[in-house]
């Protein structure tokens, strides 16, 4: 299979501090990887592309420094929430594109995501 | 920007009943995914098509890719309890970036 996993799975946060979320391809390697914040009874929205070895992409009215995306090895991206506030509560899902050999069938597979919630 | 428009944005039905949603979008799409999505859980994959015109089955469930590429259905045939979730959509225009849906909540009653 393709497992992806996510840590920490939730976690709670006084307002101001940073919080760091890790992504991991659990059996396979991911030269890309993808971060998305959902929140409540909405789609997943996009924010940032990670490539490894190379500066993160990142959305239109994403704010780079606030969001700050490390992808230091083929099978591990981390997301750091710097200076969170209530409005950053949020559930924050990664993904991993496992590469086919052919980009119109490489797929994405989603971790389980990380439930923030700021104080 | 893109954005995939699906309906309806939720149904409630019954056991054994048939569901079918649809997915469209204002500009064409390479590829057209169906996800599934419980709650507290990231969305697991369903269904990839490739092609337009495309009809893939995974079990009960049946998707096609629109021949003008701006849409797909997914079926659900016989649901059951389990069948229960958000299910969405998602494509790719014509980079990396996979766009989602608005997803569909379905309920389903025994």
Redesign the interface.
């Known amino acids: 299979g393709a497992v992806?996993s996510?840590h920490p799975s939730r976690v709670i946060c006084k307002s101001g501090t940073s919080v760091k979320i890790e992504c991991r391809s659990l059996d396979f390697q991911a030269t890309?990887m993808?971060w998305?914040r959902q929140f409540p009874k909405?789609?997943?929205?996009?924010m940032a592309?990670s490539n490894e070895g190379s500066k993160a992409t990142y959305e239109?009215g994403v704010e780079k420094d606030k969001f700050l995306i490390n992808h230091a090895s083929l099978t591990l991206s981390t997301l750091t929430v710097t200076s969170a506030h209530p409005e950053d509560s949020s559930?924050y899902?990664c993904?991993a594109?496992r590469l086919a050999g052919h980009s119109?069938?490489d797929?994405?597979?989603?971790?389980?995501?990380t439930?923030l919630t700021v104080l | 920007?893109q954005q995939l428009n699906q309906s309806p944005q939720s149904m409630f039905i019954q056991e054994g009943e048939d569901v079918s949603m649809n997915c469209t979008s204002s500009s064409i799409f390479?590829?057209w995914l169906w996800?599934k999505q419980e709650p507290?859980?990231?969305?697991?994959?369903l269904i990839?098509l490739?092609k337009a015109g495309e009809l893939t089955s995974n079990g009960r469930l049946t998707a096609q890719f629109g021949i003008t590429r701006k849409d797909s259905f997914l079926n659900i045939s016989a649901s059951i309890p389990s069948d229960v979730g958000i299910y969405?959509c998602a494509g790719h225009p014509d980079t990396?970036?996979?766009?989602?849906?608005?997803?569909t909540r379905l309920q389903v009653f025994p």
Do not use: C, H, W
């Open positions: 992806v996510q890309t993808f998305y909405q789609s997943l929205m996009l592309t239109q559930f899902i993904s594109r119109s069938t797929t994405q597979y989603f971790g389980p995501g439930r | 920007g390479n590829t996800y507290g859980e990231g969305p697991v994959l990839a490739y969405f990396d970036k996979l766009i989602f849906g608005t997803g």
